[in-house]
């Protein structure tokens, strides 16, 4: 089932989507020629998928931009995020040599071209469900493919309010059932499925993926094992939105010996996961916009803040100087929000002339 290469190689290919999918990433800091980079950078014709098993009927499929997750069974498949669209018939073979079930629903995580690319041809494979006046008024339209499911954040960033540098995203790639509110849950395949929005992360569209039974969660961009959190100010994203979403994660997970196994966590971007990583993950960003907070709290500029090296201990790991996210780039945007979020005081000189002012107007 699995696609044989080196470790090496499966790590340039998941570090080099990472880079091209968040520059493909409609909003944030990527301006269109950074778009159009990111996908000449890749060569998707070199690109192989990688298939892991997370539960008897749950896989990850890592491949080019984030990674799918999917739950099979008697009444069809599931497929959350669809990579780029250049690899949707790679991502389509992986998908069969796992199950011949019909793929019923396709899950957006969020608005971002490397996770959404493909939705129009995963979901043009797949046939949904429907009955009675639907099938009678619409004809065969009305199963010719798969839902298409999404926050109505998403739909409302596709459709609406697109912000500056955004490609235009083909309308098949568009959700075709939104939800608003909190979550989704219905049966699938006798599961319960829980499609859970996190306001303001790193978007203000994401949504997790719980799997009950399966105690799977696939996260999309609220989590990842290989870069800093990439907080798409442009569409809505903030660092304390993040921070609670690695929190809910974490109300969710549950560890099994000494805090390893347990729950399965699927990236955005990386490696198979559990708790223990959210963890880690939640620790840093916490730190790091505690850190920043508090230089905010004191007055200090941008500039001093970034002298500080409030990322320092955690750069070997997630810090890097070049690309579309830099570790500067996310300093600043954690710095801005704090900076919004405690405004500094006013000056005592400025007060003591306006008080002046004021006992010289007479009030």
Avoid: C
């Avoid at 192989?48 to 499929?61: A, E, L």
């Avoid at 196994?261 to 990236?267: D, F, N, Q």
């Amino acid at each position: 089932m699995t696609t044989s290469y080196s470790r090496k190689g499966r790590l340039l290919i998941v570090v080099a989507a990472v880079a091209a999918g968040a520059a493909i990433a409609v909003g944030g800091r990527a301006t269109a020629q950074q778009q159009q980079t990111g996908a000449q950078q890749q060569d998707f014709d070199k690109v192989q998928m990688d298939v892991v098993q997370v539960r008897p009927n749950v896989y990850m499929i890592v491949g080019a931009g984030g990674n799918t997750t999917i739950q099979f069974g008697d009444e069809g498949v599931m497929v959350v995020d669809t990579q780029f669209p250049q690899v949707s018939a790679k991502l389509l073979t992986a998908i069969k040599s796992v199950t011949d079930a019909p793929i019923r629903y396709v899950v957006s995580t969020h608005v971002h071209g490397d996770h959404i690319g493909g939705n129009e041809a995963i979901a043009k494979a797949g046939r949904t469900r429907a009955g009675g006046n639907v099938v009678g008024d619409i004809g065969a339209a009305a199963t010719s493919s798969a839902g298409i499911i999404a926050h109505e954040n998403v739909l409302k960033r596709l459709s609406v309010d697109p912000p500056a540098g955004q490609q235009a995203v083909p309308f098949g790639n568009w959700p075709t059932e939104t939800f608003f509110g909190d979550k989704r849950e219905f049966l699938f395949n006798g599961e319960a499925v829980q499609i859970i929005h996190e306001p303001d992360a790193h978007t203000d569209g994401d949504s997790l993926v719980f799997f009950r039974r399966s105690d799977v969660v696939a996260t999309g961009d609220l989590f990842t094992t290989v870069m800093y959190p990439f907080i798409d100010t442009a569409n809505g994203g903030t660092i304390n939105g993040y921070i609670k979403a690695l929190n809910a994660i974490m109300d969710i997970t549950v560890p099994s010996n000494v805090n390893e196994g347990g729950t399965m966590v699927v990236p955005g971007h990386g490696r198979l996961s559990d708790e223990q990583d959210v963890i880690e993950y939640r620790d840093m960003a916490t730190i790091v916009r505690d850190r920043i907070r508090e230089y905010a709290k004191r007055g200090m500029t941008l500039e001093q803040v970034k002298a500080k090296k409030p990322t320092f201990d955690f750069d070997p790991r997630y810090g890097t100087d070049t690309g579309f996210w830099t570790t500067s780039m996310f300093v600043e945007t954690i710095y801005k929000e704090m900076v919004k979020e405690n405004p500094p005081a006013p000056a005592k000189g400025n007060q003591r002339n306006r008080s002046n002012q004021s006992k010289g107007s007479g009030e």
